[in-house]
């Protein structure tokens, strides 16, 4: 299987995995807008909340008690003692994931961006404690090559972008019997990149068409 896939491809599962997403109140929201050539683009967003080690003291100091937290994290943390620790030790950020189609590679495209409640982005180094103990040795490795500062290309806005370089060559490598591989392009890409970055991707999305 060649691992690239079109631009028409992308569209129809971006629209397949944001009907599936309402269904499963995973929240990825599909957009469309017009880019300063004229043209037509779309992209996907995600926003979650997630907690991340905290090595500043200003962060506990500036962190509000946990009944003024409102973003979700009695579901982080079952326990009250627990939740009380992980303020004091960690900062709560809200991370937004975004998928856009490169044209150069002909592949999709991963950005995020991450801040805490202070509105301050998380630099490189904060970004690595968000994936997965598997992914962790190789992104620490090769975090510059791997993780890029840039522009986003639709929103013109900072953000980090998860390089495409070798995803064609990734999802070239899928099993040969996989007879719906293209058609599930889009989940199987986010199911093995996303944890290198703290995105992971329900069971249910294996049955999206």
């Not at 929201?29 to 080690?53: M, N, R, W």
């Not at 506990?60 to 939740?83: C, H, Q, S, T």
């Not at 290309?153 to 980090?160: A, D, F, G, K, L």
Request: aromatic letters at 8%.
């Amino acid at each position: 299987m060649s691992g690239v896939l079109s631009r028409e491809d992308l569209w129809k599962q971006m629209k397949s995995l944001a009907r599936r997403s309402k269904d499963l109140d995973d929240n990825w929201q599909l957009h469309q807008t017009t880019i300063p050539c004229g043209e037509s683009d779309f992209y996907l967003t995600k926003k979650a909340q997630k907690l991340v080690p905290s090595h500043n003291p200003d962060w506990i100091d500036d962190a509000p008690p946990v009944d003024e937290i409102d973003m979700g994290i009695d579901d982080l943390r079952k326990d009250d003692n627990e939740v009380l620790v992980a303020v004091e030790c960690e900062r709560l950020c809200t991370i937004e994931y975004s998928i856009v189609y490169s044209r150069s590679y002909s592949v999709p495209v991963l950005y995020l961006s991450a801040w805490g409640l202070d509105g301050r982005m998380l630099h490189t180094e904060e970004l690595t404690t968000l994936c997965s103990p598997y992914h962790k040795d190789h992104l620490m490795s090769n975090v510059w090559t791997t993780l890029t500062q840039v522009e986003h290309p639709i929103r013109q806005t900072v953000c980090y972008m998860l390089h495409p370089c070798k995803t064609s060559h990734l999802m070239a490598q899928l099993p040969r019997g996989m007879d719906d591989r293209r058609e599930n392009y889009l989940i199987q890409w986010l199911s093995s990149v996303g944890p290198a970055v703290g995105l992971d991707m329900p069971i249910e999305y294996a049955s999206v068409q």
